[in-house]
């Protein structure tokens, strides 16, 4: 690779052998100069595949600026290593931005996601990176990444099928804490053939003390056998009112056992407020809507506010928290308008986009593919101008 390393003079990544280095040096700064095509990978390490960059002793600690580019066809076979994905393992304030994986084939046993594995402390950051492919593994399985903690998360969304056996598993994340998720979506299936497990997700499996911003999932997400599944979110543990979830929509049908909804299976505090879900729910007990159960009386129905699900397509007529409406209803603006929705610069009804239901400005796309961002990793910019 060229290049030293730093802030002002990253190594430079051309080729899969380039990105593999990456392994060796921990703590530097590294950039794409194209796209990559990790194809061989499949042949690597007597079928294993692609080391992952950092372990649960040494993390990685760098940056690594896609720049737009693709890494097309990384394989990883590991199913009974941790920490799995490019980036095994992130330390502290590791940011990973403008990355496009496709084609991946991760497997592996528990922290897993195509992008990274374990987010294992510190602050950090993941802007405008995305995956397309495979993912499985036993617990905490995500499409592009399985645990991140203290994280910034923006326009990241992931198309990946997700397949997971033990708890948490996610289209986008399988768990994350202490972060801030925005403009982020998963469009995979999510299955979880696991008996008696916890945590399923369409978008994240379980999601605690932080905020969840206009993002949506429209897989379907699969666990007939566990509890607390839900087509955005399988479990919410805010611990403080403080933290929400606003303006954020689930679409894809939902499979559980117990606790069961649309949009969130399980929640204990936080508030939910301005979304929706439309997709059919299927589950033994504590199913509903839009939420299966919340924890009372720490909840109180002023705690999901101004929330609709799809009476019609859902096949529920309950829920534990929400409004439910017909169809009809939920591809009518004024539905919407009149429990204050911001249809100016956050919502809208097209016809042809999101099947006439609402969709998010800037973020759910006509074509129904997820919107390529247009953002660079901030932080990063910022820093080498002002040096």
Known sequence: MTGSGTLLDPYIISDVNDLQAMENDLTAYYELANDIDASATVGWNAGAGFAPVGDSVNSFTGQLDGKGHTIDGLTINRPTTDGIGLIGYRGNNVVLANIKMTNCSII??????????????????ITNCSSTGTVTGTSVVGGLIGFGGVTTMEYCWSTC???????????????????????????GNVTNTGIGVTQIGGLIGSFSHGSLLKSFATGDVSAANCDRVGGLVGNVNMAAEAFFI?????????????????????????NVDNCYSTGLVTGATNDGGLIGYRRVPILTPDDCTDCFWDTDTSGQAVSDGGTGKTTAQMKTASTFTDAGWDFTTIWDITPSCNNDYPCLLDVTPACGVPVTPFVINKAYALSREEL
Do not use: P
Request: with cysteine; glycine share 22%.
């Open 108 to 125: 592996g046993q528990g922290d897993v996601g195509c992008l990274a594995g374990d987010g294992v402390s510190g602050a950090g950051e």
């Open 161 to 187: 099928t997700v397949v997971g056996t033990g708890t948490s598993t996610g289209g986008l994340a399988a768990d994350v804490s202490n972060c801030d998720v925005r403009y982020c979506s998963a469009a």
């Open 246 to 270: 606003q303006d954020c929509y689930a679409r894809g049908a939902v499979i559980g056992n117990d606790r069961v909804a649309g949009l969130i299976g399980y929640i204990y505090r936080g």
